[in-house]
């Protein structure tokens, strides 16, 4: 079973940055490729960037892309969200989620392991 607990979420004003964290326990770290995902109130889960198992390879959402950084630690089984630039349209729940795929597809039924989720709340 694997367990996913993320941190780091709050309320910034535009322009800010927040850096998100999120820990994996139960498996062996190495084995899932890890994404991230965000959803606003009355809106669905979206795909927000993903880091492969090796981690050689990432990708992002268009929308942060050029703003948004995704890296891992394997020695504290950890994967980080850098966000920055922020603007009122990345107010969201961001959801640290984990696949045993090699990449990290960008639709959510490709997951099975979710974190309970942290609240990034962006000020005008």
């Known amino acids: 079973q694997v367990q996913l607990v993320e941190s780091g979420g709050g309320l910034v004003q535009a322009g800010g940055s927040l850096r998100l964290s999120c820990a994996q326990s139960g498996r062996t770290f190495t084995d899932y490729a890890m994404s991230w995902f965000r959803q606003a109130p009355g809106k669905e889960r979206t795909f927000v960037a993903t880091?492969?198992?090796?981690?050689?390879?990432?990708a992002y959402a268009d929308s942060v892309k050029g703003r948004f950084t995704i890296a891992r630690d394997n020695a504290k089984n950890t994967v980080y969200l850098q966000m920055n630039s922020l603007t009122p349209e990345d107010t969201a729940v961001y959801y640290c989620?984990?696949?045993?795929?090699?990449?990290?597809?960008?639709?959510?039924?490709?997951?099975?392991?979710w974190g309970q989720g942290t609240q990034v709340t962006v000020s005008s």
């Open positions: 880091i492969s198992r090796s981690s050689a390879s990432t």
């Open positions: 989620a984990a696949t045993v795929r090699q990449m990290g597809p960008n639709y959510p039924t490709g997951y099975n392991y």
